[in-house]
């Protein structure tokens, strides 16, 4: 057993304070222990590493004790049942113990302190990039490594770029790396989001105007691709652009020239075009809605950007990068729990790595300067529970208790266990097996429960009403895997 700093116990029980202390020993943990009377910050000091709550009598020491540790929440800790509801809130609680303790669930309870006080900083090597803007396209996956090296090969010619995948992606920024490597990194990078501007203003944006070409052009404008000579135009969303409009671009991309709205002057444009979209143009071109002869003028290079799905063993460095940059941007310092990142892990991410910035925004908004475990996480994140560490036999409740339980689940609970009651309304004439009948409506509303919650025991358990050790009491009762279930 790897040892922590220290273990402080703090329990008004002697007996359990001596028998938890000859465990400790057994397993080569070094603790300190104390009554909750004789605690105070300089019994904390002579620990400094896990904080296990034990029975405390007094009310108010429990809340004195509760408070110290809201205000050092860099302190792991594990409580016994009995007073885990006071600390659960914590967003250092590690999890819950439950009576009589053995050497397995301590070890495991112990192992889950480690995670936590290994976690000051996810600590993770950088990637070795030559240019640090790369660091805006982190992972060692091997789609996000494809994606860098086929940017590294067409950076330095003036080839039009087509990049291609989900909203969220990072399309943009790849198109910022393409000009960045580029012969023409000294110029402008001018991007336009082609379904942000009404059609009717679109060729004005791209080709400007003369003076008094039409309501409102009270002066001569240039327009994105003047804007942009000598460097790159990032055509975001090409395939928003309107049929008309379409047209004109591929007369700019054949000829390098053009006219400004109301003019009648040609421009040369010495620009290179990287376009990019989440739409499947092929499928718009057989349905007529882009145009064939544009999309090979502009697919002369593709590249694919992955969904961060599909490369979720980079969400780590993601993670420690867009901490750093809130950081950099005068943010706060927070710290995500190794179980927290696990959890993230274990999501599909509809929206990408957009959708993962905006999450660890509001992580830095809520919980600046603090750790973040898996039970501060927005509950769609969460796909791990707080761990409820129990003995290897024995139930917490007897068979009277959780036949009780079920009977207040059946007939006290909100929806949908109302809807299975009112089908009991009339006893039939033969008689039934209450017992029987209560058991298997329960255990099917468990299985639903679970289905529709991923089998996260947690949120299932907050979809039945009930607290999670209860939930899990019962599916060991009657059987239930969550994995079988899923």
Known sequence: MQCLAKVLVVDDDDRFRHDLGVIFEFIGE??????????????????????????????????????????????????????????SGLPNFVGELALPLNYPQLSDALRHCQEFSGKTAIKIPQLQQKNTLFRSMVGRSDTITEVRHLIEQVAPTDANVLILGESGTGKEVAARNIHFHSSRGKG?????????????????????????????????????????EGGTLFLDEIGDMPQPMQVKLLRVLQERCFERVGGNKTIKVNVRVVAATHRHLPTMIQDGGFREDLFYRLNVFP???????ERIEDIPL??????????????????????????????????????????I????????????????????????????????????????????????????????IDDAVSALNELPPEGVNLKEMLADLEIDMIRQALEAQLGVVARAADMLGMRRTTLVEKMRKYGLNKDDIV
């Open 30 to 87: 070094q603790f300190v222990s104390c009554s909750s009377t004789e605690f105070d910050v300089s019994v904390w000091k002579q620990a400094e590493g896990t904080f296990f709550l034990g029975h405390v009598h007094s009310p108010e020491t429990l809340a004195q004790i509760t408070h110290f540790l809201s205000i050092n929440n860099h302190i792991p800790v594990i409580a016994v049942s009995a007073h885990a509801s006071e600390v």
């Open 188 to 228: 402008p990078f001018v991007p336009v989001n082609c379904g942000a501007i009404p059609p009717d203003l679109l060729e004005s944006e791209l080709f400007g105007h003369e003076k008094g070409a039409f309501t409102g052009a009270i002066s001569a404008r240039k327009g994105r691709f003047e804007l942009a």
């Open 303 to 309: 590249i694919e950007m992955p969904a961060l799905r």
């Open 318 to 359: 993601l993670v420690q990068e867009l901490l750093a940059r809130m950081e950099a941007e005068g943010g706060s310092q927070v710290h995500l729990t190794p179980r927290s990142v696990s959890s993230l892990m274990e999501h599909s991410w509809p929206g990408n790595i957009r959708e993962l910035a905006n999450l």
């Open 361 to 416: 925004e509001r992580l830095v908004i809520l919980y600046p300067g603090q750790m973040v475990d898996v039970n501060r996480l927005p509950s769609n994140y969460r796909y791990t529970d707080i761990p409820h560490f129990t003995p290897e036999t024995g139930y917490l409740e007897t068979e009277e208790e959780q036949e009780r339980d079920a009977l207040n689940a059946m007939f006290y609970e909100e929806d949908p």
